[in-house]
């Protein structure tokens, strides 16, 4: 019997996870937020546990490139599971999320409409002490693509992570761990139509909402002129029950947090 | 019993007086840490490192010259004296000097025209490494080996400064040099893949692929690459050999350097 055998027995059933999106077939829900340990999942060629071990509690994270381990110095907790801002691997060098429409939309002057994109994601691992501030994140991946691109000029353009994404009208089926749903509100405060092509937003202020089958975003994108657009975040669920997921970029000192100005066109 | 505190010293100036002094200069000298220390905490997030330093300085040399100053009358020396006296050692010193005022004037130019900031990545003259120190007179810099180097501001100031860190995306150059007998359309689509999927290859501004020369040897394809400016380093340390693998998994190889020799028939 191998090591991964070994892990394998005594699985709690309530953490075997396997998505499939083949149409017809039962998608079971990811098991977001806290687990007790010993902790064992299986998922999309990824291999996580969670156990005691003489020095406190042993985690370990298995992928076809390489395995992480860490070993926490701490007699008991809990382990976290929850979406992040799309920023951190394979190098957090950007705070902004540049999403490319697979096709244009073309909006009607002076209206305000609701369109679904989807949005790259990264997991968080938390560990929690089960006392106030005694959680932190102490990995994170993702199974999204990742790219970069540059937003403006070579001179004074933002490095952002790439994302494109075809343009739905209603919450489309996604595998909750590579793709999150945005809700994006289309403002066109112009007397004209406006054909929308990318959009900017920033790290700061991203309110991710997750259920065990929809990873959840809100925001707002309001044209004011040729080129210029603001973008910003709504702090609500796309559905009821969803939990709210850790912000890692924090907002305390910004006056409108999440608002980015698009200032090179959209 | 404190009356030797009135004795004078010299002329008007007595024990209290150089006491007194000496209490507002070593004042002044705290007073001029504890605001540099709390200058930075206030504005160590809203402030770029070189322009808080810089702040830091002038407060602190501020707090000090006005302490001198104010000290100067209890110790029995005018300032406008000074400045009479200063004119004529001024005018010594001036010609003795010249270097450090130029250097002086070159640094508020340089503080003026900011074409560096601490940590930038630039190349002045044969000098190429991180930027560690922007004062006034010089500029300390690290060289990728790891040696310090001060540049003095005159000297900064009349190069030609190259900076790699300013923009936020570079481009890489590879040369990638196949056999005459290889495909090279096919080539170009494989590097094309392997860019395509690199996370630190940009995809605005696009990479292009293309052949560039036909060489004495080989089909010299060169890939031009858009990455982020802080992770050039990594890529090309990277991709080089990766578009080696790629193109050899495919039958394409990198040819040696060959010359084909033709015998003619013997003369008689």
């Known amino acids: ?266 | 019993m404190l009356e030797w505190l009135n004795k004078p010293l010299y002329g008007d100036v007595t024990w209290l007086s150089l006491i007194i002094a000496a209490f507002i200069f070593f004042t002044a000298i705290v007073l001029s840490k504890v605001m540099v220390v709390q200058l930075r905490r206030t504005f160590k997030e809203k402030m770029g490192q070189e322009n808080l330093e810089l702040l830091a300085k002038i407060v602190s040399y501020g707090i000090l010259v006005m302490a001198v100053l104010w000290i100067m009358p209890t110790l029995g020396l005018e300032p406008s004296g000074l400045m009479v006296a200063g004119g004529i050692v001024g005018l010594a010193v001036g010609f003795a000097s010249q270097s450090i005022i130029g250097n002086l004037i070159s640094g508020l130019f340089l503080m003026g025209e900011r074409p560096v900031k601490l940590g930038d990545q630039i190349m002045i003259g044969d000098h190429r490494g991180f930027v560690e120190d922007i004062n006034i007179i010089s500029m300390a810099i690290r060289t990728l080996d790891g040696l310090y180097v001060r540049i003095p501001n005159e000297t900064v100031f009349t190069s030609s400064i190259t900076n790699f860190s300013l923009n936020p995306v570079r481009r890489l150059d590879l040369d990638i040099g196949i056999r005459y007998s290889d495909d090279a359309d096919k080539a170009v689509r494989i590097i094309e893949n392997l860019l395509e999927e690199h996370p630190l290859t940009m995809v605005n501004p696009p990479s292009f692929v293309f052949v560039d020369n036909l060489g004495d040897s080989s089909v010299d394809i060169v890939a031009r690459i858009w990455t982020p400016t802080s992770e050039w380093y990594a890529v090309q340390r990277e991709l080089l050999w990766k578009i080696k693998i790629a193109i050899e998994a495919e039958g394409i190889q990198i040819p040696f350097p060959q010359r084909v020799v033709w015998y003619g028939p013997e003369d008689g």
Not at chain 1, 21 to 37: I, L
Not at chain 1, 60 to 78: H, L, N, Q, W
Request: charge should be positive.
């Open chain 1, 1 to 266: 019997m191998n090591k991964k055998q070994e892990k394998s027995v005594g699985k709690p059933d309530h953490l075997n996870w396997q998505y499939n999106e083949e149409p017809g077939q039962k998608v079971e829900g990811f098991p977001w937020g806290p687990h007790k340990v010993p902790v064992y999942l299986d998922f999309e060629g990824i291999s996580i546990s969670f156990e005691k071990c003489r020095e406190g509690l042993s985690y370990r994270r298995e992928d076809s490139f390489g395995a992480t381990e860490k070993t926490i110095i701490v007699e008991r907790g809990k382990l976290m599971f929850s979406p992040v801002e799309p920023f951190h691997t394979p190098v957090a060098l950007s705070n902004h999320l540049f999403i490319e429409l697979e096709h244009p939309v073309m909006l009607k002057p002076r209206t305000t409409h609701s369109l679904m994109v989807t949005f790259p994601l990264e997991l968080a691992v938390a560990f929690s002490s089960g006392k106030p501030g005694g959680s932190d994140v102490f990995d994170i991946f993702t199974l999204s693509r990742s790219k970069f691109t540059l937003y403006g000029s070579i001179r004074t353009g933002v490095v952002c992570k790439y994302w494109k994404s075809p343009v739905y009208k209603d919450v489309p089926a996604v595998n909750p761990l590579r793709q999150g749903v945005m809700k994006i509100d289309f403002n066109n405060q112009m007397a004209k139509w406006v054909e929308v092509q990318k959009v900017v937003f920033n790290a700061q202020g991203m309110k991710i909402y997750y259920s065990p089958y929809l990873v959840s975003l809100r925001a707002t994108v309001k044209i004011s002129s040729e080129i210029n657009a603001e973008t910003g975040f709504i702090d609500q669920p796309l559905q009821g029950g969803m939990s709210k997921a850790p912000e890692l970029f924090s907002t305390r000192f910004l006056k409108l947090p999440g608002r980015t100005a698009m200032e090179e066109g959209y």
